[in-house]
């Protein structure tokens, strides 16, 4: 009998793959019947899929690295093979993402409950609880000592051991509501029990108990060793009795906590059903305009489109061309210094949206002015329509995708750019492969992302277009938009306008590109000065950056020198510019901008205090209006 061929690391892979497959597909059947299961089930079943999860990311970075030359035999259509089991994988990740997703929500839903359940019938089971339990250890008072002896010992260790951890405090808190415990800044507190709400029961230094924000705290990092471990370990065995027998603090039930629990879950770091990166590559074959107009700007807008409406913001990105090739445009030229915003064609795109057909809309313009009337206005150059998900829900595979533009509306079907050169054009092979390569066409490609780049995505919002280089900025934004709606204000409960110059300005940079290029200069500058310790500390980058928005943006915004912003016009563009080159160079000069904002010689607009305060529910507010 001939011995068993080695089977090879792909097939091995493959195997795998539809083993984890059939393990899949057997905790989703059991997660249909989640409505009907305790919260101990449910908890097993998200265990499961955080396991899952991590064994089908250990099959991918094993995938990602196979060579076909790996294979002891050959292996028909390698490569192809090879892609399908990628796109297997990508699957099972977001069917389990999407799992862990809506257990997590159904288990922040239930906290609430229970909580109200718990203070209603308090009250009305507390007399029957201790009547019946008088009655059982009469009855059975050697035994019972016995049993709740243990239970108390191993639900004391189970407690110590999740929660005997002390943290330091970032910030000052004050108490809001009775049990609150309030500290202040560099405060060492013990944590005594985490809850999934966000509000951790701690102790301080005096002994005091109560709720804190999680968001307030970060893990503290000993230095004495092992006499504090001593201590500490003393600390945790009396807290663990008193807070079994003693503590008593109310949950958090009232209104304003959605609020805080809703933000908390907005800035903190998480992923997107959709998250990739996209650069534009070039447009070819594009139409010449009339000469009766001149063009102004070239440019492509691209949005999350579903068939029926869009998804997302419209994000603008303006082309470049020679005149040698006037139909040809072309994205990222090469420049000196920092490359402006508006030319930037590497994009990030995320959405949460579950529609089967969901896509990238682009759509290709011109800005022109009439020579005869000097009219402005702007002409569609055809559009195109970028599936990202194929029949079978598989995320389509990242690589480089040539596109052909369509005429009229996404809602019309059989329109075209240009009908000298049809696609339905009859004739021979050749002459039908002649005329596709006239067509007009963009080319785009997609690319995966790694560990960082999906890092730095899941800090934005779930729902954004935008271009790469800013990523950083809008981080910074988000992180201080927690701040201070998480510890600026004086109560929860307050919808007041909050003081704060850069939430107020920072919309604005996303309408003016040159003052968000301007921004990203002073940064850049800034950031090159700085140590590798303080790059590290996000709280001191923050603070810097602060100082450097206030340097830049604020009296670039209300600087009487520059022009306002006006969409490609050509001289308004090269004013303003202009003169924010003299403005930084000033600052750089002068090291800020307070000299130039004394001197006789600037001169600002006056503005209303209004225009300086955030709104947090200014689009509410404007509804209701």
């Known amino acids: ?188 507190l013990l944590i005594i029990e985490k809850k999934p709400d966000g509000w951790w029961i701690a102790k301080n230094a005096k002994g005091n108990k109560g709720l804190v924000p999680k968001t307030y705290l970060e893990p503290y990092h000993k230095e004495d060793g092992q006499e504090s471990s001593e201590e500490g370990s003393e600390e945790n065995v009396d807290v663990g009795d ?30 997107s059903h959709v998250s990739l990166i996209l650069t534009l590559w070039s447009c070819k074959m594009i139409p010449l305009p009339e000469l009766s107009i001149q063009v102004l700007s070239r440019h492509v807008r691209l949005c999350l489109f579903d068939g029926n409406k869009v998804l997302s913001n419209i994000h603008t990105v303006r082309a470049t061309w020679q005149p040698k090739k006037p139909r040809t445009w072309t994205f990222s030229p090469q420049v000196t210094g920092i490359l402006p915003c508006l030319l930037d064609g590497d994009c990030f795109l995320r959405s949460n949206s579950l529609s089967p057909d969901l896509g990238i809309l682009f759509e290709l313009g011109i800005s022109y002015i009439r020579n005869s009337t000097g009219e402005r206005g702007e002409l569609s150059c055809g559009w195109v329509f970028l599936k990202l998900f194929d029949a079978s829900g598989i995320p389509i595979p990242a690589k480089t995708y040539e596109l052909f533009l369509n005429g ?46 999906r890092n730095i995505l899941s800090l934005l919002p779930e729902i954004l277009i935008g271009s790469m280089c800013c990523i950083h900025l809008l981080i910074f934004y988000r992180q201080i938009l927690g701040d201070v709606l998480l510890k600026g204000r004086m109560s929860m409960q307050s919808a007041d306008f909050i003081s704060n110059p850069v939430l107020a300005t920072f919309p604005k940079l996303l309408e003016q590109p040159d003052v968000m290029d301007a921004l990203r200069s002073s940064w850049a500058e800034k950031e090159s000065t700085l140590k590798r310790s303080e790059k590290r500390d996000g709280e001191f980058l923050k603070a810097v950056f602060l100082l450097v928005y206030h340097d830049c943006v604020v009296p670039l915004l209300h600087s009487t020198f520059l022009p306002p912003f006006r969409w490609a016009e050509e001289e308004t563009e090269a004013a303003r510019w202009k003169v924010i080159a003299d403005f930084l160079k000033q600052n750089q000069e002068n090291k800020g901008a307070l000299q130039a904002l004394l001197s006789p010689d600037g001169v600002h607009e006056p503005f209303d205090i209004s225009e300086q305060t955030y709104d947090f529910l200014g689009e509410i507010r404007k509804k209701a209006a």
């Open 242 to 271: 008193e807070t079994a027998e003693e503590l008593e603090v109310k949950q958090r039930t009232g209104s304003h906590w959605s609020a805080v629990r809703k933000a908390l879950s907005e800035i903190r770091s998480r992923p």
């Open 408 to 453: 009229g509306t996404p809602y019309e079907k059989g329109v075209e750019v240009d009908r000298s050169v049809s696609r339905r054009a009859h004739g021979s092979v050749f002459h039908q492969m002649m005329m596709m390569r006239r067509q007009p066409q963009l080319l785009v490609k997609l690319r995966s992302l790694n560990r960082r780049s």
């Open 1 to 188: 009998m001939l011995p068993r061929w080695p089977r090879g690391p792909l097939p091995c892979l493959q195997h795998r793959g539809q083993e984890l497959k059939q393990q899949v597909d057997s905790l989703l059947s059991e997660s249909r019947l989640k409505g009907a299961l305790e919260a101990s089930k449910k908890r097993d079943i998200y265990q499961r899929c955080i396991q899952l999860k991590q064994a089908i990311n250990e099959n991918k970075n094993t995938l990602q690295k196979l060579k076909k030359a790996d294979e002891p035999t050959p292996v028909g259509n390698y490569h192809q093979k090879k892609e399908e089991e990628h796109s297997l994988l990508d699957k099972l990740t977001h069917q389990l993402q999407e799992l862990a997703m809506s257990i997590s929500r159904e288990n922040i839903t239930e906290i609430g409950e229970l909580t109200e359940r718990e203070e209603d019938d308090d009250s009305a089971e507390g007399d029957e609880e201790e009547d019946d339990d008088d009655e059982e250890e009469s009855k059975e008072s050697g035994g019972e000592e016995e049993e709740t002896q243990e239970e108390e010992k191993q639900g004391n260790e189970s407690h110590l051991q999740a929660t005997s951890k002390e943290y330091t405090a970032v910030g000052n808190f004050t108490a809001q509501q009775a049990g609150d415990l309030t500290f202040k800044k560099g405060e060492i």
